[in-house]
């Protein structure tokens, strides 16, 4: 008894010692540090930031969220001279451990390439652990609104599914919550991709959960009945993830579908995957290049679509090498790693989509997007009602 | 009454032989003893019988019943064999009291709780550990897990009890006292012992006949006095017997009743009833220390110095020095003789024994005269 | 008689300081004791406090709190929260949803998993000890297999293998469904049971170790003369075997029951398809969102192994070990299976050849194909193992994986890791356990043995995640360096365990006798006590070796790049469903364990098996 008396007392002192309370830093109305040098970079020629750049020293550490970024910044360091490390993790680790290393004031990456606005404005931006950088030589090319945070290229995941059973033609996203598609809709589960649990989010805010009652309509001639959902964005939701399977990975649901004994199958994946020699694309139909050829769009959405952004990392030890690196990617080469396949569209209006491929303004136009504002609010209610439907 | 019969036994491993074609007969109720150095196979012989070990050749036959045959292909399973063991540790279970460990035994033969009661308590008696029966091994000392290990033992009353080396992790004064329980026991059960040793004192008080065993092979098989007063070869001589016996090599010629024997230090003349005929043949004279005596005045031209003189107040061990050979003499009573003094001595009685010098075997025993 | 109350007969303090520093096995316990507690200590309780403390991000958000202050959110939200299921009732409340039910679920697996692997590991163990079954050289050397391979290529081949299009996803036919047309019903392929069944296979060889070294040590007379007194087998077995066998058992029972709790990929990759959610997985997708909640998963991991931790303490303490190693062999006689000997060995054959061999055959086959499930001739290239200029592919690597510099690199860190790791593991085991055995039965002596133990407890995934945090405010933790600390701490375990055992098995005369002919404490450890039971301390370093290759959630969050170390990468391009790249590289990891364990082997005598304390 007096042992585990004095061990809990030990434990509490310990927890008290650990859990004072860290004073959030006050907004600076002084920039320094990298972001200083970021908003002078701002205005810098493209033959300054290499000078900048090349007068740097020590290896160019870059975290990424995608694979393809091995190959940009393997180009990069050659075309430059420069020696280079990069990492390629899933979105919630490269939070973690930005977040320990920056804090922790301890080497990590120069420069980011990451997904989820949501977080990444809470974590990062608000924080000042993530700094913003736009190019001066591609700004004008860039939309104004995915200049801050910096958007290098957006992504899509689109309802896609196994044209073996012709019967099955999605017109509707309703269609995907009928009985007869139970265990027949893939997806990766929202609990191990963020950006997942975003579009969910983002079917309940009032703008889509309104269209969605307009397409229940559609589809079924009468008005929507809510029940006990707040709105018909709570109700699709709930019932599509009922109808989920879910597979931890894109390219597995992408593989698994295309297979020909898959017929009937619908995903909703990334579209990027059928790039992979091991998908067999010609099993599959992508519901939007359906709908622009039949001219008859999926009601209300396709699909989503969300940024990869990069960014300069707070505890950057080459700064300017990281904007350098930041502006390859927003130009043709640096973004050729994934220009050269569909599915990945730049955040510079200049270079085109894969041939084949839908433009970025088609997407923007029937894809639901994220709002991390929106999200941030509501991430607490909607993603408990989530984790219950899965 | 189970009479147990080996007929040509052999057992090997691989190439090692440990057993090499064994024959013994153990007539009921008698106490065996299988003696030899470590590694002879006596234990081996021991577990075979009990059926813990499975001969590579040869027959067992307990109480006229094949239990086992290499060539039958009969192998009794020890279970079925109605005999009892008692390892050389033990080997009490150590999770069971003193009084689970001797029931168990009786449990398996569905013995009702009421006779199991009776007969545990019949043997705690016997073996005087009456207040242990709620103890557990590991809280006796090793004079009293073995008297829990001989009661588990007996408590089915087998026919046949093996025992293998049970004494040996006693002390000296325990050791001694457990021959005599052991020695009774045998008596009042009136079963058949086989016992293994590599202590020849034992061997020599405990038992009816002694097996002698090396490398496998049986040397010799007789009562134990006859196995002491006619060694039928010089392992035999050597091993049994404290302090060992006295060998001196010798040339020896002869015939009829009289041996003249030259040795290096000393000649003597031999008297026996047995005389093979001898020309210059070459001899060991085996002669046991109380057979040497010692003297003030030599008898016959040989003299000897007393090299040590050990008193142990019962008896004295003298050793004495002729020329290159060492005599040992063993004299009843303590007497203290001064070291390097010259004395004569004898060779009384007529148990001098003469074993061929080549083959080793015995070939003539009687009485010996200095010239 | 006067009695000593004479003061200045008494030691005094300093003098009593010094002979107990002057004892090299005092020494050793005091260092490791305050090792141990900066070490393991330390990070439970900054694991604990992150349980009370509010993270940036969603947790700020909800709490409207500052990053790092106290909050209670976490705990009333996980375990706390079961009132807003609506109509359903708590079965749909957060807590429920997210604590309580993958709790039982964990539970289930958990303890199935453990009986299952102690069944099948204890049987084999008693069949290769106690009998005369047929090839055992084999049953022996392959039975250690499943251990080896991560454990989630064991579930991939599970799923590969019944997958068909009747169950979960249901979009292709895997092996058995599509060569012969046999389709398992879903209970079988996902959820509940298959978990349970690849985890109890998975560890089933640590248990066929650890019983089995009990078998061999036990006393084989206490069955022998049970046998003699006419005990039935089946009586044998079950009043005197397993009796004196189940202090071991019981251990072994509780060290699979911890090992199955923190596993994470079998449950993901098995029991998603049909939402079977268990506490790892629900941890992981806390972690990266409210990590408040996701450490109390972890400290709820963790008291359970605190909790088994002390049952086994109990529980041996209450007996004395019945397992008396007195290195005297007694002859034992195996039991004769007679007829059932064949039967029963080509049964054990085909189920190992099954378990082992076959997952192998299979990673081989899908690493040289190009388009998946289609297994002919011309479907197979080599690529992927020699080739070069393999854009084609848009994938993985630019080269087959023997001849990629990217590969090779990575193979060699995970070498230069595994070896590290090992060494220092082992070394520190030997130490250890040196010094709690010479002192057994003092507090030091039991203090450092279960702190020794405990890092095995941890769940891997928040030790790392601990020692990233650690490494902020110790900045000497970083790289290969935290790699190597990490993975010496979290396999000490079972360098300890070997290290005690080899050294309970040594007398006290054999160093006794050096330490009279003044031979130095460093040159009786290195000359005598460490030859003497070489191959038992040996295997304490074999191990560290062999799970430091096949981790994983370890090093995940530590490593510089996920291409530093093999297993990082492996996961990567499974992820990326770089199939082919991935099976190569599960292949070419499993193969450089046998060869080093094999070779180890031959030249030491040491192996897995006298590893873990057999």
């Known amino acids: 008894m007096k042992k585990l008396l004095s061990i809990s007392i030990m434990l509490l002192c310990a927890i008290m010692v650990f859990s004072t309370p860290q004073a959030e830093k006050p907004a600076e109305p002084e920039l320094t540090g990298v972001a200083a040098l970021a908003k002078a970079a701002e205005a810098m020629t493209h033959d300054e930031l290499v000078q900048k750049a090349s007068a740097e020293a020590g290896v160019f550490t870059v975290y990424g969220n995608t694979s393809r970024i091995t190959t940009a910044v393997e180009a990069f360091g050659k075309l430059y001279g420069i020696e280079i490390a990069s990492s390629n993790l899933k979105d919630a680790e490269i939070y973690e451990k930005l977040d320990i290393e920056i804090n922790g004031k ?76 139970k265990g027949n809709v893939i997806f990766k589960s929202p609990e191990l991709e963020q950006v997942n649990m975003n579009f969910l989010i983002m079917c309940t805010s009032p703008a889509w959960a ?142 085109p989509a894969k041939e084949g491929d839908l433009p970025l303004t088609v997407w923007k136009d029937c894809l639901v997007s994220e709002d991390a504002d929106y999200i941030l609010e509501n991430y607490e209610t909607v993603s408990s009602f989530v984790i219950k439907a899965l | 009454m189970p009479q147990i019969v080996l007929r040509n036994i052999t057992k090997r491993f691989t190439k090692f032989v440990a057993v090499d074609n064994l024959d013994l007969t153990i007539n009921d109720g008698e106490f065996i003893t299988l003696l030899g150095p470590s590694g002879c196979g006596k234990t081996t012989t021991l577990r075979m019988i009990a059926g813990l070990e499975t001969p590579t050749e040869g027959e067992i036959l307990i109480d006229s019943q094949v239990v086992f045959s290499a060539t039958k292909g009969i192998n009794v399973p020890p279970n079925k064999r109605d005999v009892g063991f008692l390892f050389q540790n033990y080997a009490l279970w150590p999770h069971m009291t003193v009084y689970q460990n001797i029931a168990f035994g009786l449990e398996n033969l569905k013995w009702s709780k009421s006779d199991i009661a009776s007969r545990v308590a019949e043997l705690l008696a016997l073996l005087k550990i009456e207040q242990f029966s709620k103890r557990y091994p590991s809280e006796l000392s090793g004079g009293q897990q073995q008297r829990v290990a001989i009661a588990r033992t007996l408590a089915p009353k087998p026919k046949v009890l093996f025992l293998d080396e049970p004494l040996s992790n006693l002390d000296a004064k325990l050791r001694l006292e457990m021959r005599t329980e052991l020695k009774r026991l045998h008596l009042d059960t009136k079963s058949t012992f086989v016992y293994v040793t590599h202590d020849q004192l034992e061997a020599m008080t405990m038992s009816t006949r002694v097996c002698l065993m090396k490398n496998g092979l049986l040397q010799q098989y007789d009562p134990p006095l006859t196995v002491y007063n006619r060694p039928i070869n010089l392992f035999v001589a050597d091993f049994v017997g404290n302090p060992t016996m006295n060998f001196i090599s010798a040339k020896a010629t002869g015939k009829g009743s009289s041996i003249l024997l030259e040795a290096e230090s000393f000649k003597a003349s031999m008297t026996t009833s047995q005389a093979p005929e001898l020309k210059d043949a070459e001899v060991v004279i085996g002669i046991r220390p109380e057979y040497v005596c010692i003297s003030d005045e030599p008898t016959g031209k040989a003299h000897a110095v007393i090299y040590s003189n050990m008193p142990s107040g019962m008896e004295t061990t003298i050793r004495l020095q002729l020329g290159k050979t060492m005599l040992t003499s063993v004299i009843f009573r303590g007497v203290d003789y001064p070291v390097d003094k010259k004395v004569g001595f004898s060779f009384i009685g007529s148990d001098i024994l003469l074993f061929d010098k080549k083959s080793e075997r015995m070939i003539a025993s009687g009485s010996l005269q200095l010239i | 008689m006067a009695r000593l109350k004479d003061k200045t007969a008494r030691m005094p303090l300093g003098n009593k300081v010094v002979m107990f520093f002057s004892k090299p096995a005092n020494v050793i316990l005091v260092v490791f004791f305050v090792l141990l507690c900066m070490l393991t200590l330390y990070p439970l309780l900054t694991l604990v406090s992150e349980t009370f403390t509010v993270h940036a991000g969603r947790e700020a958000t909800a709490t409207k709190q500052a990053r790092g202050s106290f909050t209670l959110y976490s705990f009333k939200k996980l375990l706390f929260t079961l009132d807003d299921g609506g109509s359903e009732g708590f079965k749909e409340s957060t807590s429920w949803i997210q604590f309580y039910s993958p709790l039982l679920n964990t539970m289930a697996v958990s303890i199935t998993s453990s009986v299952i692997a102690i069944i099948f590991g204890g049987c084999v163990a008693w069949l290769v000890t106690r009998s005369n079954i047929k090839f055992k050289k084999f049953i022996s050397t392959v039975f250690v297999f499943p251990y080896i391979m991560p454990s989630w290529t064991l579930a991939m081949f599970w799923s590969n293998f019944f997958k068909n299009v009747n169950v979960g996803p249901g979009t292709s036919n895997g092996i058995l469904a599509s060569v012969f047309g046999i389709m398992m019903p879903e209970w079988f392929v996902y959820g509940f049971f298959p978990i349970s069944m690849v985890l109890g296979l998975h560890y089933a060889p640590f248990a066929y170790i650890l019983i089995g070294g009990i078998l061999r040590n036990m006393d084989a007379n206490l069955e022998e003369a049970a046998t003699i007194l006419k005990t039935t087998r089946a009586r044998i077995v079950s009043r005197i075997t397993l009796p004196i066998v189940m202090p071991a058992l019981l251990s072994t029972l509780l060290l699979v029951f911890a090992s199955t709790m923190s596993a994470y990929a079998v449950p993901v990759f098995l029991g998603s398809p049909v939402r079977y959610y268990v506490l790892s997985t629900k941890m992981m997708s806390l972690m990266n969102t409210y990590k408040g909640q996701g450490y109390i998963i972890a400290s709820v991991m963790i008291i359970f192994g605190v909790a088994i931790l002390a049952i086994n303490q109990w529980f041996t303490g209450k007996r004395k070990s019945f397992t008396t190693v007195t290195g005297k062999s007694s002859q034992i006689s195996l039991v004769n299976l007679k007829k059932a000997s064949w039967p029963i060995a080509v049964l054990l054959v085909i189920i190992l050849v099954l378990l082992a061999i076959l997952p192998l055959v299979s990673f081989a086959l899908e690493s040289v194909i190009i388009k998946a499930g289609d297994y002919s001739i011309e479907n197979m290239t080599l690529d992927f193992w020699i080739g070069r200029n393999l854009s084609y592919l848009d994938q993985g690597d630019a080269n087959g994986i023997l001849l990629s510099p990217k590969i090779l690199k990575a193979l060699g860190y995970s070498l230069l890791l595994a070896v590290s790791c090992s060494v220092i593991a082992g070394t520190c085991g030997v130490l250890a356990g040196y010094g709690i055995v010479k002192r057994r039965g003092s507090f030091l002596s039991t203090a450092v043995n279960n702190l020794s133990f405990f890092p095995y407890l941890l769940p891997s995934l928040a030790f790392g995640a601990i020692y990233l945090a650690l490494s902020t405010k110790v900045s000497f933790i970083t790289g290969m360096f935290a790699l190597i600390l990490v993975g010496s701490v979290k396999y000490l375990p079972f360098a300890s365990r070997s290290g005690i055992s080899a050294m309970l098995q040594l007398s006290n005369e054999i160093e006794e006798a050096a330490v009279i002919v003044s031979v130095p404490w460093w040159k009786r450890m290195v000359r005598v006590i460490f030859p003497i039971q070489k191959s038992s301390f040996l295997s304490g370093y074999l191990l560290p070796f062999v799970s430091c290759m096949r981790e994983l959630s370890l090093f995940v969050l530590l490593v510089p790049t996920s291409d530093t170390i093999l297993t990082t990468m492996l996961m990567q391009y499974s992820e990326k469903g770089w199939d082919q790249f991935g099976n190569a590289i599960n292949l070419l990891i499993i193969v450089v364990v046998l060869i080093i364990n094999f070779t180890v082997n031959k030249l030491t005598g040491a192996s897995i098996d006298k590893g873990i304390g057999g």
């Open chain 1, 106 to 181: 301890a080497k990590g990456a120069d420069m980011v390439m990451i997904q989820d606005g949501a977080s990444l404005k809470s974590q990062m931006l608000s924080t000042g652990n993530l700094i913003n950088f736009v190019p001066a030589s591609v700004k004008p090319y860039i939309d104004e609104n995915d200049q801050n945070p910096l958007v290098q290229q957006y992504i899509n995941k689109l309802f896609i599914w196994n044209n073996k059973d012709a019967a099955l033609n999605i017109t509707n996203v309703w269609q995907l919550t009928e009985p007869a598609m």
């Open chain 1, 210 to 351: 309104e269209k969605l009652a307009e397409a229940y309509k559609a589809q079924y001639g009468k008005a929507i009945e809510l029940g006990s959902y707040s709105n018909a964005g709570y109700k699709w939701v709930a019932e599509f993830l009922a109808n989920c399977t879910f597979i931890k990975s894109d390219t597995t649901i992408a593989e698994e579908i295309s297979q020909a004994t898959a017929a009937g199958k619908a995903g909703l994946f990334v579209l990027s995957k059928l790039r992979s020699s091991s998908v067999l694309s010609e099993n599959l139909t992508v519901g939007q290049y359906l709908a622009s050829e039949t001219g008859k769009a999926i009601e209300p959405f396709s699909g989503f679509m969300y940024p990869m952004y990069s960014m300069v990392t707070a505890n950057a030890s080459r700064p300017y090498t990281a904007m350098l690196f930041i502006e390859y990617l927003m130009q043709a080469d640096g973004f050729e790693p994934w220009g050269k396949s569909i599915g990945a569209y730049s955040g510079n209006k200049s270079l």
